[in-house]
């Protein structure tokens, strides 16, 4: 205790009284996650406001033994950025880091610190002509260095990858309080092992993200967005297909509405309407980069070949916005709709159709009534295969089953080369699952590097691994 406050009063040295936050009430946003599953407590908040202060926050935890959990804009849902309950760590905030270092439109780059909220990223690259690309439903409170730490993808990882893909370098500061700068804005750079990409994904286990260098492009000049009715699981793939090589690989989106969610969305979320005169057994929404020609041609051309039913495209940002709305509301009419068990995972693509008959058919199987609802990011390998309750079931019941239904759609992702958690990262939520899906030998290779990068293990411990 007495250590405890010893720290707090050199860290408010370091940082002025703003830069710790120690009363119970204004501690309380950072403690819990958006779900509520975890509530932890914790000994203060640092709110750091430069990479020097950050650095001093660590090193001061690291001569005192006291572990940190970093936090960016805290809406990762995996518990990866809480604190545990005993209440013996800091917080570790980047809400004041938020200033845009430097924009270099030749290069196609931006350099920004961590607490960069992603919306402002995009804007700040907007006004000066470019697109940040990385966009996701959080993307008006998560921070770029949690988008980094978490891997983040989002609905324009088909056209542009996910944050892995759009980082060049970073800046970090590592659990002994060294800085590293790796702030590089290069695309080629050939010397020795990629050190940033140990920081991404990493859930803030390895080191603090301070800043970051990210990759820029032209604004894209067309975008052409439609809806269309398929009648097999089989045509959402070879549609995929087709329509990637007929936009010039240029599609930003190929996302899988089920009948059930579109029903869904209709009956619970004001704005949504099905723009369809009949039902279609499942929805695609596809946007690409490309003429509308190119798509008026793939539609047309699909329907006649039997592997579209019907389609329609957006005649106006209106339009295309109401599109994207019945796809966004999806999650939003299932939580209307009563007590959801979430899977969120991938397969290689190739295997969706596949994954989604066996899966549904072993879930139905195994609790008669629950409704399948699989949606999301089927271009990218990417489902959210969500379980919503029976009708008029009680929802604790059905929770209580969650960690049965887990098993079975992970037993069969794992069959099929997928990965249990294709978003949001391990947390706290998800380490069980690393342990028992995890390679043994690729496991221990994680652990010998946490080992040597945080060999006090202070470094957000107890998540991931
Ligand atoms: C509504 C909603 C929609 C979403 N949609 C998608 C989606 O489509 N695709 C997708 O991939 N994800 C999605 N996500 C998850 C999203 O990517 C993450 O929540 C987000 O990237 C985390 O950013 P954050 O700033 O909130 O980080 P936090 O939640 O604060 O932290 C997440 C993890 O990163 C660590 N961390 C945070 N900042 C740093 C830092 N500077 N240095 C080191 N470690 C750090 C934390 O310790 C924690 O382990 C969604 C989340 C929500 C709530």
């Not at 988008?147 to 659990?175: F, I, M």
């Not at 990218?380 to 029976?390: R, S, Y």
Request: aromatic share 4%; with cysteine.
């Amino acid at each position: 205790m007495a250590a405890m406050t010893m720290l707090a009063e050199r860290l408010r040295a370091v940082l002025g009284p703003s830069g710790v936050i120690a009363d119970p009430a204004a501690m309380a946003p950072y403690l819990e996650e958006q779900r509520g599953l975890f509530h932890g407590r914790a000994a203060l908040v640092a709110r750091p406001a430069s990479t020097a202060e950050t650095a001093a926050v660590v090193a001061l935890c690291a001569e005192h033994g006291v572990a940190i959990v970093p936090q960016g804009g805290n809406t990762g849902l995996v518990g990866g950025g809480v604190p545990f309950e005993h209440g013996g760590e800091i917080v570790l905030s980047m809400g004041r880091m938020i200033r845009v270092r430097a924009i270099d439109p030749a290069n196609f780059t931006i350099t920004v610190e961590a607490g960069c909220v992603l919306a402002n990223v995009r804007a700040a690259a907007d006004e000066a002509g470019c697109l940040f690309p990385l966009s996701l439903a959080a993307e008006g409170s998560c921070q770029i260095g949690g988008n980094l730490s978490t891997n983040a993808g989002g609905v324009a990882v088909l056209r542009w990858g996910n944050a892995r893909d759009l980082v060049l370098g970073l800046e970090v500061v590592l659990p002994d309080g060294r800085v590293w700068n790796g702030l590089k804005g290069l695309r080629k750079d050939n010397t020795g092992y990629d050190l940033k990409h140990l920081f991404v994904g990493a859930e803030g286990t390895l080191g603090v993200i301070t800043a970051a260098v990210l990759k820029l492009f032209p604004r894209p000049r067309d975008i052409e967005t439609a809806l269309v009715g398929v009648a097999d699981l089989d045509h959402v793939l070879a549609l995929f297909a087709r329509a990637r090589a007929a936009s010039g690989d240029a599609l930003g989106a190929f996302e899988l509405i089920p009948r059930i969610g579109l029903e869904l969305a209709v009956a619970h979320v004001p704005g949504c309407h099905d723009p369809f005169a009949g039902p279609h057994a499942h929805y695609v929404l596809i946007e690409a980069t490309a003429p509308r020609e190119a798509l008026e041609n793939l539609l047309s051309q699909a329907i006649e070949d039997g592997l579209a039913v019907d389609a329609v495209i957006a005649d106006s940002l209106e339009r295309r916005r109401a599109l994207w709305r019945l796809r966004e509301a999806v999650p939003e009419a299932q939580k209307r709709e009563g007590a959801s068990i979430k899977h969120d995972v991938s397969v290689p693509v190739s295997m969706v159709p596949e994954f989604l008959r066996r899966a549904t058919k072993a879930i139905e199987a195994a609790l008669p009534g629950v409704r399948v609802v699989a949606f999301g990011h089927v271009g990218d390998g990417n489902i959210h295969f969500n379980l919503t309750q029976p009708v008029g079931a009680e929802p604790k019941a059905f929770l209580a089953r969650w960690e049965e239904m887990n098993r079975i759609v992970h037993d069969i992702v794992a069959g099929m080369g997928g990965s249990f958690s294709a978003e949001h990262g391990v947390g706290r939520l998800k380490k069980g699952e690393l342990v028992h899906y995890g390679d043994p030998v690729g496991l221990d290779l994680m652990r010998r590097v946490k080992a040597a990068l945080d060999p006090q293990g202070i470094m957000n411990p107890g998540k991931v691994l």
